[in-house]
Structures are given as structure tokens and as C-alpha cells.
């Protein structure tokens, strides 16, 4: 799990520890309601609907240390992710949400602070009970073609007047990594569509950004899908970039189902990694790999217990050389009072510089309807043997000769081994526990651990 500092605000500079807080307040006073719901099912009128869920990991590390690298640090970070809503709050079709985590660093927290938190999603939405338009307001994940994902504290509507038109806009300031609001840095956009569901779409968007008293991101996309054959679909999208004049990226595709077990399908993509990015960002600099991908997979899946999935996909990076992916993955699935799945995974993976095979298997077995077990090995055989910085380090402490990726003395093969074993407590709780080992150049042998308790509720409220 990948951790960041940040700070929770909403309407100002708030701490995990009180954003916690208060979204268990709000969890307990939910709950402490729901005694005078009437069963979901026999309520499917515009009856308040009131929800939440709290999801708690305890979780162990190994991390090199960034002040010696030849020794290693442990971490033990506690994360609580806490999501409550409500639907029809007095109004049909008017709800809430505000989803947030909180992460606590007990021991080595190098630097970091020791509580630390972020408001993920904080919105008002009202949609009309015909469904002709929606709105919602704070802070909110944004998706349009154009826009990619955007991160905002604003509004989105859409619409949908007849005609099979949807149409959709968006405005809002976007938070910075520490919170901190400019009010030049903004987002804004939306989407014109003809959608008439079953027979295919055809959009134009466009996505805009300011920060540092500039336009950063003016990007307009073109997206569609085909849908008049039976079992036939194809569906792309296409991307220019205003700001720099040109040709951004595309990504289309074509599936084809000739019967209920099969399905088939090819794709194209012409891809810049730097065309997500506002052209102030300095991550620009690092991402201007330009490349083609050409691919293929082809699924079965049996009415009985048997699956299969293939599939390879060629790159071209230009001036920087090609690649090509493949990958077998067969699996074999059991029912009734146990349930189980089973496969084994072949891959390939080779770019210009190096490659490796990939052998993996895995199981899940369910021996009883609350009880679950899981096993995953995974193995990577590279092509040249790759030299860990740690295990750098250790043979010269001191730094004095120059370190090389790949060469002789690295190491030809990494893998892991994962167990995971959860059960279900009582309705919408569930403890998990997971454990595994690493071994790869860098960690001779790196164990993590994670415990995680989910708890959930929904019911309504007269």
C-alpha cells in the first residue's frame, strides 16, 4: 500500500484524527437510527436509505533505510478508510457522502507525521426522480473523456433532455498535495453526447486547467462505440491537445462474442504519457515515452468448471526500441458446498533493455460459506540479471563503485509467496488476515503482514 502525506481539509486545515472522529460520529449516530428501518426489500419507495462502512488496516513492513541502505526498518502504519451516506435525505433524489481516511505511524515514521489523514469525497448530489438531469456538489472525482481523472472541490451536472442527448459540465478548484487552495488553479469542462444506449454513442468533450496564471491543460477528445451487430462491439476515443496544437493520443478497440463461451477481441492505442499532466507539472520531464501498442486476447469460458484467457500485446517506442507481451492463463473452477478457483498463469514481458518469464499459480478455496483461504505464488525469471541498489550497497558499503542495473552478480529470479485468510463474522462484518514474503534484489527476504476488519451497513429509514 502506497502511503502520502497529506493533510485533511474541508473549509480549512482539518487533522485525521478529527476527521476520524468525526465520520464515526457520524457512522454511530447512522447506526444508532437504522433500529427504526423497515427491510430494504419491502421498501422501494422514496424512504430515506442510510449507509456506511468502516474498514481498518493493521498492517507490517520492511523499508530500506533511507539514511543507511544497507539495513532495513520496520513500520507498522494502522489505515481506517470510513465512508457514511445517506439517499432521499427529506427530499427524493437528494444525498450525501463523505468518504475519508485517517493513517496513524506508530514507529519509524521517518520524518512523517504520526497522524495524518485526507477527505477523499465530500458531496451533496440531487438527482431528479425522472432522471432528466443530476447534480453534485464538493469535493469530487470528475471523469470525462477529455479530462481524464480530475480531483475537484466544485460542481458537476449533467443532463439528459431527450433525443438520446446527454450532456455534461463541470467547475472547481483542484487541491493541491498539501491542501492548499490558489484561486487560479481551477478545472473545468464537459461533454456533449448522442448515446442511445443500445445501438452505440458519440461524444465531444473538452477539458481545461489553469494554474500559475496560465492555461495548463486545454484538451479536447472525441469518443464512440458501435453497437448494431449482435455480440459485436467497437469503441474508441480520440484526444488533441489545443495548448501544444496536436495529435495527443487514441485508444480504440473491437470484441466480438460468436458464441456465449467466446469472446474475442483486438485493440490499438497511440499513447503520451505526458498528456494527462497540466504543462506546468514537473513530472513532465520523466514521461516522454511516446509508444504504440497492438494487442489481441481471446477469453473462454465453459459452462462447466474450465476457463481459458490469451493474450499478447506488441509496443513500439520508436527511436527507443520495441516489446511485446504474452500471457496463458487457464483456470478451473468447482462448486457446491465447496467452491474453489484454481489456474496458473505463463507470461512473457520483454522491452529493449531486458525481459522476463513470468510463472505464476494460484488458488481460492471456500470450504464453508464464511471461511475463505487463498494461496498466490508468483515467479519472474529475468532475461539479465538485475543488480538490487540494496544488495549494491552491502557489497560496497562505502559507494565507491559505479552501479549498474543489470550485470553479473545480480539476480536472476525474484518471487512471491501471499496467504490470505478471512472470514466473515456476522452480517456486513469481515476479518481478513494476509501474509507474505518477497524475495528480489533488493530484499533477500521481505516480509509484510496485514490485518483488516470491514464492517458495512445499509437500511432505511422511515
Known amino acids: 500500500m502506497v502511503e502520502r502525506r497529506a493533510s485533511a481539509t474541508w473549509c480549512g486545515r482539518v487533522d485525521a484524527g478529527r476527521l476520524a472522529a468525526a465520520c464515526l460520529v457520524g457512522v454511530a449516530m447512522a447506526a444508532w437510527a437504522a433500529p427504526a428501518a423497515a427491510d430494504p426489500a419491502a421498501d422501494v419507495g422514496p424512504g430515506t436509505r442510510v449507509y456506511g462502512s468502516t474498514t481498518t488496516f493493521l498492517t507490517e513492513r520492511q523499508i ?70 443530476q447534480l453534485t456538489a464538493g469535493r469530487q472525482m470528475v471523469t470525462t473523456v477529455a479530462s481524464g481523472f480530475v480531483l475537484m472541490d466544485g460542481v458537476w451536472v449533467k443532463a439528459r433532455p431527450g433525443a438520446d442527448m446527454d450532456i455534461q459540465a463541470y467547475g472547481g478548484w483542484m487541491p493541491d498535495a498539501q491542501f492548499g487552495y490558489r484561486k487560479d488553479r481551477v478545472a473545468f469542462g464537459g461533454r456533449v453526447a448522442y448515446d442511445p444506449w443500445e445501438k452505440g454513442r458519440i461524444g465531444l468533450s473538452f477539458a481545461g486547467e489553469h494554474d500559475q496564471g496560465t492555461i495548463s491543460r486545454a484538451t479536447v477528445a472525441l469518443d464512440y462505440a458501435l453497437r448494431l451487430v449482435k455480440g459485436l462491439e467497437c469503441a474508441g476515443w480520440t484526444a488533441f491537445d489545443f495548448r501544444s496544437g496536436g495529435f495527443q493520443e487514441t485508444g480504440n478497440s473491437l470484441s466480438y462474442k460468436p458464441h456465449r463461451d467466446w469472446r474475442v477481441s483486438v485493440d490499438y492505442g497511440y499513447f503520451n504519457p505526458a498528456s494527462r499532466l497540466p504543462a506546468t507539472s514537473i513530472f513532465r520531464v520523466f514521461t516522454s515515452a511516446r509508444h504504440h501498442k497492438v494487442g489481441a486476447e481471446v477469453a473462454w469460458r465453459s459452462p462447466g468448471m474450465l476457463g481459458m484467457d490469451f493474450f499478447g500485446r506488441y509496443y513500439n517506442y520508436g527511436g527507443d526500441g520495441n516489446g511485446y507481451q504474452l500471457g496463458f492463463k487457464p483456470t478451473l473452477r468447482t462448486k457446491g458446498k465447496i467452491t474453489s478457483t484454481t489456474g496458473i498463469e505463463i507470461g512473457r514481458v520483454k522491452s529493449a533493455t531486458n525481459g522476463y518469464t513470468e510463472a505464476r499459480i494460484f488458488t481460492s478455496v471456500r470450504p464453508h460459506r464464511i471461511f475463505e483461504l487463498t494461496l498466490d505464488v508468483d515467479n519472474f525469471f529475468y532475461d539479465d540479471a538485475v543488480n538490487g541498489y540494496d544488495a549494491w550497497r552491502r557489497a560496497d558499503p562505502n559507494g565507491l563503485t559505479t552501479y549498474h542495473y543489470t550485470g553479473s552478480g545480480g539476480y536472476k529470479r525474484s518471487n512471491v509467496v501471499g496467504l490470505t485468510a478471512g472470514v466473515d463474522l456476522f452480517r456486513g462484518a469481515r476479518l481478513q488476515g494476509d501474509v507474505a514474503v518477497t524475495v528480489n534484489p533488493d530484499f533477500t527476504q521481505r516480509w509484510s503482514g496485514l490485518l483488516k476488519f470491514q464492517y458495512a451497513f445499509s437500511t432505511y429509514v422511515k
Open 64 to 133: 530500506l533505510d533511507p539514511n543507511d541502505p544497507t539495513s532495513r526498518l520496520y513500520q507498522f502504519p494502522i489505515y481506517e478508510y470510513l465512508t457514511v451516506g445517506a439517499d432521499n435525505v427529506g427530499v427524493p433524489g437528494l444525498s450525501l457522502q463523505v468518504r475519508g481516511f485517517g493513517v496513524i505511524q506508530p514507529a519509524h515514521h521517518l520524518g512523517e507525521d504520526i497522524f495524518t489523514g485526507d477527505l477523499l469525497v465530500g458531496t451533496l448530489s440531487y438527482r431528479d426522480p425522472k432522471s432528466r438531469w
